[in-house]
């Protein structure tokens, strides 16, 4: 199997893309709503409609994925929650993988290593976190009990951090940091052509390389 390895199919990149559209519009009208001081931008509330068109965006999107790709959608999810001990030989080499650019410190990964499962959970887990709080604070204002109201509001900013923070670290180690390189063959190329090199795969995701090479799993997801 030489050239190029299927990642990620058209379907996938479209809602990663498509969320992202969404959550980054979500992100700044969230802040805007947040932060006391940028409250003057949020005047005649034109902000709180935009973050609600972005919120039905953000759940509409995975919504079609799981209905027209559900084989596709189980198969991400479980791969989500499918911890094992390679996770830990992945927690112990992280160090020294990405402060040290030390490649051979790290065990075999699969389609997903460890940090990028962990990123997939959060936006499975905090996703459903903004729903659930987003349509209490939406729409159950005046009838919710002031305890679930106030509860919805910390969970909400809770995640509102959590995400935000990790949307950083994501953008950071998927499309900067120069073990992700190069660009037209390494992590970006897998999100924005869906393939990478066969190289790139097999120093980055030796495990899945594998099964895929010996006909184990299919190649894109
Ligand atoms: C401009 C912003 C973003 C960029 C540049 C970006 C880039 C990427 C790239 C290059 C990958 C493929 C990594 C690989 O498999 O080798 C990826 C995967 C992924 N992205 Fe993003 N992304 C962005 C925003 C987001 C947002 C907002 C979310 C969720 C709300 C998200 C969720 C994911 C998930 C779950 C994966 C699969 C797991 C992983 O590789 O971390 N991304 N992203």
Excluded: C
């Amino acid at each position: 199997m030489e050239g190029d390895v299927e990642r990620y199919r058209k379907p996938t990149r479209i809602l990663h893309w498509f969320h992202t559209g969404a959550f980054i519009t979500l992100f700044l009208t969230g802040l805007i709503l947040y932060v006391p001081p940028l409250a003057i931008i949020a005047q005649d509330s034109w902000t709180r409609i935009i973050h609600r068109i972005a919120a039905v965006i953000f759940i509409i999107g995975p919504l079609l994925y799981l209905v027209f790709n559900y084989k596709a959608a189980l198969k991400g999810i479980t791969e989500a929650f499918h911890w094992g001990q390679e996770d830990l030989g992945w927690l112990l080499a992280a160090p020294r993988y990405y402060f040290l650019n030390d490649e051979e410190a790290m065990p075999p990964q699969g389609h997903m290593n460890t940090g990028q499962k962990m990123w997939w959970l959060m936006v499975i887990v905090f996703s459903a976190v903004f729903v659930v709080t987003g349509i209490v604070m939406a729409f159950l204002k005046t009838v919710a009990p002031a305890v679930i109201l106030q509860w919805s509001v910390v969970l909400h900013d809770i995640a509102f951090i959590a995400t935000g923070a990790m949307f950083f670290v994501h953008v950071y180690l998927s499309v900067i940091h120069p073990l992700m390189r190069p660009l037209r063959t390494g992590a970006w190329s897998s999100m924005a052509r869906g393939k990478v090199s066969v190289e790139y795969a097999r120093s980055h995701h030796a495990k899945w390389y594998q099964e895929i090479a010996s006909g184990q799993d299919e190649p894109g997801k």
